[in-house]
């Protein structure tokens, strides 16, 4: 007898390999959304050394403003 679509044996509702889908599924999405958050958190000191690197700013600007945002 058939259970329907989520019923007992269908591809990604039961049994084992459907926990184990829902599972890693929840578990990349978790890790991708951690990411995403960690990755938009820029300090203003990362801004201020990438500014120095890539040559926008001089040294002496750069250690002037560092020193201020270490003050705050």
Request: net charge positive; aromatic share 16%; proline share 0%.
């Amino acid at each position: 007898m058939m259970r329907g679509f989520i019923g007992y044996g269908s591809c990604f509702g039961g049994g084992g390999f459907g926990m184990i889908f829902w599972t890693i599924l929840l578990a990349v999405g978790i890790i991708a959304f951690y990411k995403w958050q960690r990755g938009s958190n820029t300090s203003a000191i990362d801004v201020l050394k990438n500014q120095f690197a890539r040559g926008e700013i001089t040294e002496e600007d750069y250690l002037k403003r560092k020193e201020v945002l270490k003050q705050k």
